[in-house]
């Protein structure tokens, strides 16, 4: 079971709890994540998911812009849904997880 399954399997299911789990392993973890967001310019968005605050949130067309065509297709692949839902899942997802990942606001 990975990291995440437990964190929003109740939410979403198992089935893409483990793929989210294994998405965010493959952007290497929680600190890979946040430093592909900052390096789009979405620092304060995925920073607010890390703090103890509450949460920014994302579009499907930041998502988009910060993980990049073939890592969208791959995960809605993954899934059986097409990229745009593919960042559109993520979007509602994965501000989620990473708070949840960080409870005391340290990555």
Known sequence: MGLFDGIVGGVV???VATIL???IQKQGGVRGIVAQFEKQGLGP???SWVSTGENQPITPDQVHRAVGYEKLQELGTKLGISVDQAAAKLSELLPQA???ATPRGNV
Request: avoid cysteine; proline fraction near 0%; charge should be neutral.
């Open 98 to 100: 990473i708070d949840k």
């Open 13 to 15: 299911g198992a089935g």
């Open 21 to 23: 789990n294994d998405f």
């Open 45 to 47: 968005t995925v920073k």
